[in-house]
C-alpha cells in the first residue's frame, strides 16, 4: 500500500502564494490534490497522470493552482498563486493505480492525511 504524506500547508495572506508537496511511498498513477473547507464536503482541485504532462484543474482554481510531480522524487506539488480566502480548506493528496483523468474522489483509493491552508482577508 502506498502512503501520502503532505507538507507546505500554513497562514497567508490574500493574494499570496503557497506550495503544498505530496511524497508517495512508491510509484502510482494518477495523483491529485483535493480540499475540504470547514463545514462542506471534500472536492477535487488538480489532478497529474504520473508519465505524463496531462493536467486539470476545478474551475474554481484553474488559472491561479499549478499541479506538477517530480517522478525521481515520488513527489507531487501544487503551487498555489493569487490565494483568496475561499482557498481556506485542509488539502488532500490522493493516488490511484491506474493512469484514468478523474475528478471522482470515490475513484481514489490512497489518501494523505492532509495540510492545512489558512488565507486570512
Known amino acids: 500500500q502506498v502512503q501520502l504524506v503532505e507538507s507546505g500547508g500554513g497562514l497567508v495572506q490574500a493574494g499570496g502564494s503557497l506550495r503544498l508537496s505530496c511524497v508517495a511511498s512508491g510509484r502510482t498513477g494518477t495523483m491529485a490534490w483535493f480540499r475540504q473547507a470547514p463545514g462542506r464536503e471534500r472536492e477535487f482541485a488538480a489532478g497529474v497522470r504520473w508519465y505524463t504532462t496531462d493536467t486539470w484543474y476545478a474551475d474554481s482554481v484553474k488559472g491561479r493552482f499549478t499541479i506538477s510531480r517530480d517522478n525521481a522524487k515520488n513527489t507531487v506539488y501544487l503551487q498555489m498563486n493569487s490565494l483568496k480566502p475561499e482557498d481556506t480548506a485542509v488539502y488532500y493528496c490522493?493516488?490511484?493505480?491506474?493512469?484514468?483523468?478523474?475528478?471522482?474522489?470515490?475513484?481514489?483509493?490512497?489518501w494523505g492525511q492532509g495540510t492545512q491552508v489558512t488565507v486570512s482577508s
Open positions: 490522493a493516488g490511484l493505480k491506474s493512469f484514468i483523468m478523474t475528478m471522482a474522489q470515490r475513484m481514489y483509493d490512497t
